[in-house]
DNA sequence: GAGATAGCATACCGTTCGGTATCTTCAAGG
DNA sequence: CCTTGAAGATACCGAACGGTATGCTATCTC
């Protein structure tokens, strides 16, 4: 054993890192093991294909990303602390995983990469629905909780209103990134978030308070 | 001149089709040139590189949009009236796209295209912002008109306004192919679109009326 | 200490990639 | 009719692709 987890650790974090940077199809084994200096052998003894890679990268990155939202969802959080938390942890989020790259927005590739696999690519489909479904339990768990303090106007559709989050943060990942701007997101971030919840006027928050700023330390 | 257009035209609307069902760059030169009954030196007597086929499959594309849009958005129909017709137009166009091949939803393949892109693909990400350019702009035409006409509650900024759909509206469409079914997307593109724009009451429609039902047959 | 086995490296497989060089064919202009 | 040049066909390029076969080596078990 010549440290097999740390190998297979630094296979799954360059293949996160690469697949940030563009996607699934484009980004080779060999590139993948050049970057994680890490021999094509050892690449398919820990993994049996490349697609079983992507898989596993993306229960990684879902287990670093749980943590994250655990501690934002916190139950020491209003709903709308929440919300603040969730809103500033997306724009961390691009910082983080861009550093050093010169690119400022990377959106979600596990996402992307699964809403352009075709047909033949089910395994990787498969993993991007297992993703979207974590994060829509949790995006539902925000929405109850802003509904159940009474925070929303009218008597939305929990489950249609957290699709309703997911679906626009997605797209303006990917606006932001095809923009390469990351102030483009920061622009329509919130105020779009905001305008989809539909909060009573008494809870329409204007600035950029921030209400904790080690939520997403940990990323 | 063995009709040089027609050639010219059926690589272009094969890239297309096979662009819509994957993305960029797992399509291949060699399936385009298959698919299209065309050789490669046809190919490459038409298109510099492969690149350049994406730009001008995305043009053509644009410009078969452009048709279904100006249709679409008709001085002749009131602003409320062309959100309905780009509402069954979206729709439309997934099931005119997705026509025979196993999938139900696709989405914007330039966009996301585009938004996968990485650095060393700029002119695919140019193309993608053209046409990203264009849409924003009918976009914000229909915001426009519905503001003038004083259908929005408050004040809003159209042009934000206008971003929003369009995020939502992408982000909605990936999440639809992801788990091919148009009816995910039914289920949620026009309740998505009218929170977003925030109707006052009088003009919130429930049904599902087809106020023009020959708007997409161009497409 | 003698297997047994996990961890990994090297070399290489056949295929496909985007792209090119060269040739033929055919239609138009003189 | 004959030249000319665009349109297209064929063959091919080197590189990279995903994946495999095999062998070495360090570590564990007994």
């Known amino acids: 054993m010549r440290n097999a987890a740390e190998t297979r650790q630094k296979l799954?974090?360059?293949?996160?890192?690469?697949?940030?940077?563009s996607n699934y199809s484009s980004v080779g084994v060999n590139e993948i093991c050049k970057q994680a200096g890490v021999t094509k052998g050892a690449f398919y003894h820990h993994f049996e294909t490349k697609a079983?890679?992507?898989?596993?990268?993306?229960?990684?990155?879902?287990?670093r990303m749980k943590q994250?939202?655990?501690?934002?969802?916190?139950?020491?959080?209003?709903p709308l602390e929440q919300l603040e938390n969730l809103i500033q942890l997306i724009i961390e989020k691009q910082i983080n995983?861009?550093?050093?790259?010169?690119?400022?927005?990377?959106?979600?590739?596990?996402?992307?990469?699964?809403g352009q696999a075709g047909i033949d690519?089910?395994?990787?489909?498969?993993a991007a629905r297992?993703?979207?479904?974590?994060?829509?339990?949790?995006?539902?768990?925000?929405?109850?909780?802003?509904?159940?303090?009474?925070?929303?106007?009218?008597?939305?559709?929990?489950?249609?209103?957290?699709r309703f989050l997911?679906?626009?943060?997605?797209?303006?990942?990917?606006?932001?990134?095809?923009?390469?701007?990351?102030?483009?997101?920061?622009?329509?971030?919130?105020e779009g978030i905001y305008r989809l919840l539909d909060l009573k006027d008494a809870y329409r928050s204007e600035g950029s308070e921030q209400p904790v700023s080690s939520a997403a330390d940990a990323a």
Request: hydrophobic share 40%; glycine share 6%.
């Open 12 to 21: 799954l974090e360059t293949a996160i890192g690469l697949i940030w940077q």
């Open 130 to 162: 297992e993703m979207e479904d974590h994060m829509q339990r949790y995006s539902v768990a925000l929405v109850r909780g802003l509904k159940a303090d009474g925070v929303l106007r009218g008597d939305p559709d929990v489950d249609q209103v957290a």
């Open 68 to 78: 994250d939202l655990d501690a934002i969802y916190s139950p020491s959080f209003t």
């Open 97 to 114: 995983e861009c550093s050093s790259k010169d690119m400022e927005v990377a959106g979600c590739p596990f996402f992307t990469s699964g």
């Open 52 to 63: 079983d890679l992507f898989i596993a990268a993306s229960r990684h990155y879902w287990d």
């Open 166 to 190: 997911h679906h626009f943060v997605q797209g303006l990942l990917i606006y932001g990134r095809l923009m390469n701007s990351l102030d483009a997101v920061r622009a329509d971030l919130r």
């Open 121 to 126: 690519e089910e395994k990787i489909c498969q």
